[in-house]
């Protein structure tokens, strides 16, 4: 089981950090296999934040959505396309496996064999038009048999021989291979000396000699100088005339029009297209052909591998896609609740406080764990990005306590260093429109509407006169791709500590902003700091009452 602890989607420094942070504590307590991840691009402040502290960005995950790769069996008997059937067959049985993927070469699969496989065949065998042909080799007779190869004129290539037991008089062996050319025959005989100096007189390509019994050394000799190939099989004529049969290659019978998956295809969507879902499995191949595992019936029972701890969130719509098919485990979170349904009891602290990361730095301090400075360093600008450096309305003294033990432990002035991490991301221009509307993006739903949020912070709005135009057409596409009913943008002015809202959508959302209105699409806030604590309760609110 993996566990991953990852923030929003459109991550800010705060869900960053704190995801860092708390899988450094879970580390310490002794939890493996845990990994902070991220859902999204990291923007400017957190990418200077990290590069500051020399730390790798968390592992991107676009979605948590069950794989292939991760239910499927990766460790699967294989053999090769020259690998008598005889030998499938019983390692089948000894594996109690039921399929089993036939390889070329280069080890890339060509096809699979299923017992069902090897019964449609045999039973072809009967057929009599085919009932003595036979394809094999002397390598594959050897590893069907076990028998000893006395000599050996017909090479070891494969080839197509007509299988005949010597089991008549001699007056009428002749007669029985008629027009067939001796040298492709392959005639299995026990002691029967007269049927024995007849198939080396004729020429025939193979003699089997059955039960173990021996040839005289003048039909030995005789065989080399007709160029006849002579083999012992320690088993009866019966017995030895059925292994010649599955002595034939499993290239031969190997099912090639096998169903296939990526390793990462989403295993809803193998569902979907795979209606009729192969009862033994289907085999796992990437791009280049090779192969990763199987896929069975079974597989798709499992369990996701995959468990979640959500930090600064604690909803769906927010989270890394494939969340709601996966195990939430732990939320840290200091926003509302949202809804979502996990299997059991989980672990759920979402304080009223300014920052995530403030709650993950309480954990270090309440509990005594040794902080690393880079790690406090972190969690410092998580609170001072998410407090707007504690001018934001929803700071609180837990923020303040908190960040001078972290002042403390990171050896840095929060002031000096607070306004070092917004310099970094106060450029609208340099970020490009995109970025500014969809780094720090959140939706919102009320009665069954969905809006969504973006925060920026700047250092004054002089950049927002000449990149207005650019803002709009993007919000305009983020409302449109999103299916919005609105779409905003809040432009914070941390140094005069005041904003300005950036609106598209349906004029009767529009019309009902109780905000000044600048000019078109452009509303005052005042003194507003806080998307969480003072737009979005009051958005949330008109909501309800227009629609």
């Known amino acids: 089981m993996i566990t991953y602890i990852i923030g929003h989607k459109n991550p800010d420094t705060d869900s960053i950090c704190s995801a860092i942070a708390l899988t450094e504590i879970k580390k310490a307590r002794g939890q493996q296999d845990i990994y902070a991840a991220r859902a999204g691009d990291l923007n400017p402040q957190t990418t200077f934040i990290l590069e500051r502290f020399g730390v790798e960005p968390p592992l991107y995950l676009s979605n948590v959505y069950l794989r292939a790769k991760d239910i499927m069996t990766s460790e699967i008997f294989t053999v090769h396309k020259e690998t008598p059937i005889f030998n499938v067959m019983k390692s089948m049985e000894e594996e109690k496996i039921r399929i089993v993927p036939v390889l070329d070469d280069d080890d890339k699969p060509i096809g699979v064999v299923t017992l069902m496989d090897i019964a449609e065949w045999q039973v072809a065998q009967t057929s009599t038009d085919t009932s003595r042909k036979i394809l094999t080799s002397i390598p594959n007779l050897v590893a069907t048999l076990g028998g000893t190869v006395l000599t050996n004129s017909i090479g070891n290539d494969q080839k197509v021989l007509s299988l005949y037991v010597g089991a008549m008089m001699a007056t009428h062996f002749e007669s029985t291979i008629g027009d067939t050319p001796p040298r492709e025959c392959v005639v299995v005989v026990g002691d029967r000396e007269t049927i024995q100096a007849s198939a080396i007189k004729l020429g025939v390509g193979i003699l089997i000699i059955s039960g173990g019994l021996r040839i005289k050394q003048e039909f030995i000799d005789a065989a080399k100088e007709n160029n006849v190939t002579v083999m012992s099989s320690p088993y009866d004529t019966a017995t030895t005339s059925q292994l010649v049969r599955l002595s034939a290659p499993a290239g031969k019978i190997c099912n090639t029009n096998y169903k296939k998956v990526s390793p990462e295809d989403c295993v809803e969507d193998i569902k979907m297209t795979i209606k009729n879902f192969a009862e033994t499995g289907v085999l796992a191949i990437d791009e ?260």
Request: glycine share 8%.
């Open 288 to 547: 280049s052909g090779v192969m990763h595992g199987i896929l069975t019936k079974t597989d798709l029972m499992k369990p996701s591998p995959i468990q979640l701890i959500l930090v600064d969130h604690n909803e769906i719509s927010q989270a890394v896609d494939g969340a709601e098919d996966v195990d939430i485990i732990e939320v840290v979170d200091h926003h509302r609740l949202g809804n979502f349904h996990t299997t059991g009891p989980i672990t759920f602290r979402c304080d009223p406080i300014g920052s995530t990361s403030s709650i993950v730095a309480g954990i270090y301090k309440a509990e005594g764990l040794e902080i690393d400075k880079k790690i406090a360093g972190l969690l410092l600008s998580g609170v001072l990005s998410d407090t707007v450096i504690l001018r934001s309305p929803t700071t609180t003294n837990k923020d303040k306590e908190i960040l001078k033990w972290l002042e403390e432990k990171s050896g840095l002035d929060h002031l000096e260093f607070g306004n070092e991490i917004f310099s970094a991301n106060s450029s609208m221009k340099a970020r490009g429109a995109k970025a500014v509307v969809r780094d720090d993006f959140k939706v919102y739903t009320a009665k069954g509407k969905d809006f969504g949020i973006g925060q920026v912070e700047t250092i004054g709005f002089d950049e927002l006169e000449s990149e207005k135009a650019n803002i709009k057409k993007e919000l305009e596409q983020t409302r449109e791709t999103k299916d919005l009913t609105m779409a905003c943008l809040l432009i914070t002015d941390i140094g005069k500590g005041t904003s300005l809202l950036m609106a598209v959508g349906e004029g009767k959302i529009l019309g009902a902003f109780e905000y000044p209105k600048v000019e078109d699409n452009i509303y005052e806030l005042k003194n507003v700091l806080s998307r969480k604590k003072q737009v979005a309760p009051h958005l949330l609110n008109l909501f309800n009452e227009i629609y």
